[in-house]
T-cell receptor, first 111, second 113 residues
Framework: GQNIDQPTEMTATEGAIVQINCTYQ??????LFWYQQHAGEAPTFLSY????GLEEKGRFSSFLSRSKGYSYLLLKELQMKDSASYLC????????????FGTGTQLKVEL | GAGVSQSPSNKVTEKGKDVELRCDPI?????LYWYRQSLGQGLEFLIY????????KSGLPSDRFSAERTGGSVSTLTIQRTQQEDSAVYLC???????????FGQGTRLTVV
């Protein structure tokens, strides 16, 4: 089965950098996803990592280490609008976008 | 439409009643997923449709839950004899097959009283 662990809450300052960690256990690895969800809104896809290393996409980067069962999402130059829940997810058996999600990390960006 | 559309956005129903939730995916997306999100819980996979293949129902929590997808497009999730524990936000997502990352709708907030 799959198990995902991520911190419940984090607080950071506008303009700073924050790293949101995710550890996972899966019976077979088929990639790791990060989604962003603002309160009351739909989750939006941020990134997908299937190989080890860092993938950069603008202010957001995602890192994966398959041997350690570990990923992180790095947010640079934080803005107030980045206050949201960040969801780590891995595919269930059957793959694709059939996912099991962590409970999410609620990020609060303060002035 | 430009995005995944779900209706109704909110639904309050009495315990024991049946409800139908609708999802209109992005045009051309052959993969369609239903999830639910309960307060304080992660998104929970319910069911997956891919083209004309038989749906993957492995996430449905009980036989009171069922879903259809007509003509490979619009999908309806039906919950029979609703219970209070069914209260949650039901989210629909769609994608191209094999493409990582799905597009989610705004969800239907179901409250069973």
């Amino acid at each position: 089965g799959q198990n995902i662990d991520q911190p419940t809450e984090m607080t950071a300052t506008e303009g700073a950098i924050v790293q949101i960690n995710c550890t996972y256990q899966t019976s077979g690895f088929n990639g790791l996803f990060w989604y962003q969800q603002h309160a009351g809104e739909a989750p939006t896809f941020l990134s997908y990592n299937v190989l080890d290393g860092l993938e950069e996409k603008g202010r957001f980067s995602s890192f994966l280490s398959r041997s350690k069962g570990y990923s992180y999402l790095l947010l640079k130059e934080l803005q107030m609008k980045d206050s949201a829940s960040y969801l780590c997810a891995v595919p269930l058996t059957g793959g694709g976008n059939k996912l099991t999600f962590g409970t999410g990390t609620q990020l609060k960006v303060e002035l | 439409g430009a995005g995944v559309s779900q209706s109704p956005s909110n639904k309050v129903t009495e315990k024991g009643k049946d409800v139908e939730l609708r999802c209109d995916p992005i045009s051309g997306h052959t993969a369609l997923y239903w999830y639910r999100q309960s307060l304080g819980q992660g998104l929970e996979f319910l069911i997956y449709f891919q083209g004309n293949s038989a749906p993957d129902k492995s996430g449905l929590p009980s036989d009171r839950f069922s879903a259809e997808r007509t003509g490979g497009s619009v999908s309806t999730l039906t919950i029979q004899r609703t219970q209070q524990e069914d209260s949650a936000v039901y989210l629909c997502a769609s994608s191209f097959p094999g493409a990582p990352g799905a597009f989610f709708g705004q969800g239907t907030r179901l409250t069973v009283v």
